[in-house]
């Protein structure tokens, strides 16, 4: 059984949780993408694998985050929490910096 990904919590970053946001509605709509919260599982909501890896790789350029495997997909990014501890832990540009 795979489990979420659980690093830094994710209030430490509210920079990057606003980039996951805003990155996620581009594929989910700006009004899903505001509205759920953190610990929401993105399955329960409808958002399949598809909407993730093209957000994800958004996310993996805007932060400087090597590739995640497709395996490990759903243990790092199954809801905003999860994928924002994930970036706030892994992430060499963290919004609002140049490279």
């Known amino acids: 059984m795979s489990h979420a990904y659980e690093g830094r919590p994710h209030t430490a970053a509210p920079g990057i949780e606003e980039l996951v946001r805003r ?13 759920i919260s953190a610990e929401e599982k993105f399955s329960d909501l409808g958002i399949d694998s598809l909407d993730l890896v093209v957000t994800l790789a958004t996310l993996e350029r805007e ?13 790092i990014a199954d809801s905003v929490g999860s994928l924002t501890a994930y970036l706030a832990e892994h992430a060499t540009v963290l919004p609002g910096e140049t490279r």
């Open 23 to 35: 990155t996620l509605a581009e594929r989910v709509g700006a009004e899903l993408a505001g509205a």
């Open 63 to 75: 932060c400087g985050v090597q590739r995640i495997a497709d395996g490990e997909l759903w243990d």
